[in-house]
């Protein structure tokens, strides 16, 4: 089974890789750029096939590392 | 004083960390590695050292946090144990939430390595005992993400409780926007636990200790945990 977990900054956290890219994406001449927030990707393969067990794993596994909860969300997904 | 320092894969500061240790103390510093599941017995002071643990994947601090050792180290917080974190080590104890808050990315983006000005707000605690309330010091830092964030209500709890033990300040001890290095919430550079035994701090105390570094305003916070540890047994 194939997951995605999700992870961006909390609104109001301070991003200034977003805004650096932000800014190079204007420099750039790419049209309609209002702004950009920064995040993480993380594809992960799981061993079983229990849908709920899955997404009780993967929500585990971004509590305890993935996200840093103060300052991050995060969103599960299964493909 | 019986210092452990623990040592990561990718951290680089330990060795100026236990010299600096063994300056202040005349003991020499046991070097934990991260797998091990205790403490050496009768440790005074644990040391999270600065570097790059596990080359800052994920977060700065992430990976290091939840290693076995950790397990150890909230134990013997949790008993008042003093644990001292510089620099990566500050953003370990951040991670593993025996500090609050995070350290972000500088402000301005760029790794900043050079002197900087620290006040030392208050001298009544363990870690800021060998300098007078108010002192200007003059220690260096090289990091990347130091500066340090919180909610607001924490912040305010941090100041309210007397909890930030070193700020970033001007030659004159200026507190100020152009002496916040990397933007820090308040300038901090360095702050305390609830109980007030575990300092974080991004500055590298253990660089300014001997004369040959041109500088020895480290010293004093050394030299002020060997005087409260020796006062205390």
Redesign the interface.
């Known amino acids: 089974m194939k997951a995605r977990v999700t992870v961006t900054l909390k609104s109001g956290?301070?991003d200034?890789?977003g805004k650096?890219i932000e800014g190079a994406l204007k420099s750039l001449g790419v049209d309609g750029v209002a702004s950009v927030r920064q995040g993480k990707v993380f594809d992960i393969e799981l061993s079983g096939s229990d849908k709920a067990k899955a997404e009780a794993a993967l929500k585990d596994a971004a509590d305890?590392?993935?996200a840093?909860t103060?300052?991050e969300n995060y969103r599960v997904e299964l493909l | 004083m019986k210092s452990a320092v623990l040592v990561f894969p990718g951290i680089n500061r330990e060795r100026d960390m236990a010299r600096a240790l063994k300056l202040a103390s005349g003991h020499e510093a046991a070097m934990v590695w991260h797998a091990e599941t205790a403490l050496p017995k009768g440790t005074d002071l644990v040391v999270v050292p600065g570097g790059f643990s596990y080359g800052d994947y994920?977060?700065c601090g992430?990976?290091a946090a939840?290693a076995p050792v950790m397990d150890a180290v909230r134990d013997f917080a949790g008993k008042g144990g003093l644990v001292l974190g510089v620099c990566n080590g500050f953003q370990i104890l951040c991670?593993a939430g025996l500090l609050?808050?995070?350290l972000?990315?500088?402000?301005?983006?760029k790794f900043i390595c050079k002197d900087v000005h620290l006040r030392v707000e208050r001298s009544d605690t363990p870690f800021t005992r060998g300098y007078n309330a108010g002192q200007i010091i003059r220690v260096p830092v090289a990091h990347g993400e130091g500066n340090y964030?919180?909610?607001e209500e924490t912040v305010k709890r941090l100041e309210g409780e007397g909890r930030v033990l070193y700020r970033y300040c001007s030659a004159d001890g200026v507190v100020d926007e152009s002496s916040n290095i990397n933007?820090a919430a308040q300038s901090i550079a360095g702050i305390v636990s609830e109980r007030g035994n575990v300092l974080g701090m991004m500055p590298h105390p253990e660089n300014h200790v001997e004369d040959i570094m041109g500088c020895t305003d480290g010293r004093g916070l050394f030299a002020g945990l060997v005087a409260h540890l020796e006062n205390a047994a």
């Open positions: 956290i301070l200034p890789q650096a305890k590392l993935l840093n103060v300052i | 994920l977060r992430a990976i939840r991670e609050p808050g995070v972000m990315r500088n402000a301005r983006l964030e919180a909610d933007g």
